[in-house]
């Protein structure tokens, strides 16, 4: 079994429409509460058989403290928090902004940190639009070019939405000031959240796509992967896929998916079953909760990486139902995998989920 458990320890810069997570402003953690919450998680997760990882979100960087964190919870727990080829994330907005950047930076590179990811969604405009900031474009481009000169590694990731398409020229000229950073396409999910639902309105179409036949291979991103995708998680792919298939067993399907339990510590110590921003359940508190209480809950709780994780599997309408009602399709919108289409379905007719309001 594999174990996240990501600690929110501040706000995010941004509320980007493609993101399930709880962006947004928020209260920084309490630094003296960080500390009994990692001392805690670090008692607990040390029984566990498993393969675990520590996280810090949302952006680290609107942490007053965070190079404190960092430097405090490496050392603690250094097999389970590690930067070893890992991207850190960043709007470059919080760290753009810090008068102790260069401090901050220096205790990243000695806990290994060699890379940062960067999510472009398309010119200035359309951007700023997706998350929800006027400042983020600007903001993109000049901590891109600080961490440049730091020399450290950058991965643009190219977040694929009708604006990115459109706005393919400006995505190139940006790339192409970085010739040296990686590229890669994604794909949004599709999650039960309000604010994904929000997102459909800029979510690329089969057709949108088309439009970038030829284009990928010119900055270095694998085409025929990106359209061998599209052509398998279009709506009208997958909607072929299970019409042909005669038999869909939601909870086998979920026995089949990867064994891989996420849980998300929020800023008063309180433990949540579930990624961030995807609570199905609260287990305890981290700060007065006990180690052993909270092991057995974590322990006894199942994988929920997928069907599980958002549905009572036995309240979901059958697929052939399902199939039934969304016919015939309005869209062809293109998702990051079948299940996440599905899901987008069981939106449309309003099947219930198990997250936490």
Known sequence: MKYTFEISVAGCNTACAHCYISGGKAPA?????????????????????????????????????????????????PSYYS????????????????????????????????GFMLTLHGGEEHHNEITNNNLSYCALLEIAKWLNSE?????????????????????????GNFPEAERRLTVPLYLPAERMRGFQKYRADYDDCMALDGKLRKINIDEQSFFDAVNKNCEK?????????????????????????????????????GNAGLHTRCLGNAISGGADELLRKITAAPANFEWSAYYDIERLPPVKLLMKKIKPLRYNYVYSSKEDCVYSWFDAVGADTILLK
């Open 151 to 175: 020399h450290f590694k950058i991965r643009f990731n190219l977040m694929l939405s009708k604006y990115l398409i459109t706005d393919w020229q400006s995505v190139c000229e940006v790339l």
């Open 29 to 77: 953690m309490k630094f003296d509460d960080y500390i009994k919450i990692i001392n805690k998680l670090n008692d607990i997760i040390r029984k566990i058989d498993g393969d675990i990882s520590v996280t810090l979100g949302n952006d680290i960087f609107n942490h007053p403290r965070i190079g404190e964190i960092i430097s405090f919870t490496k050392e603690l727990m």
């Open 237 to 273: 792919s997958v909607f072929n896929e299970l019409e042909s298939a005669g038999r869909f067993d939601y909870a086998e399907e979920n026995a089949g998916s990867q064994q891989w339990a996420f849980f998300n510590i929020v800023k008063n110590g309180d433990i949540f079953y």
């Open 83 to 114: 930067y070893d080829n890992f991207f850190v994330p960043t709007t470059g907005i919080a760290l753009i902004n810090r008068k102790d950047r260069d401090l901050v930076i220096d205790v990243l590179k000695k806990a290994g940190c060699t």
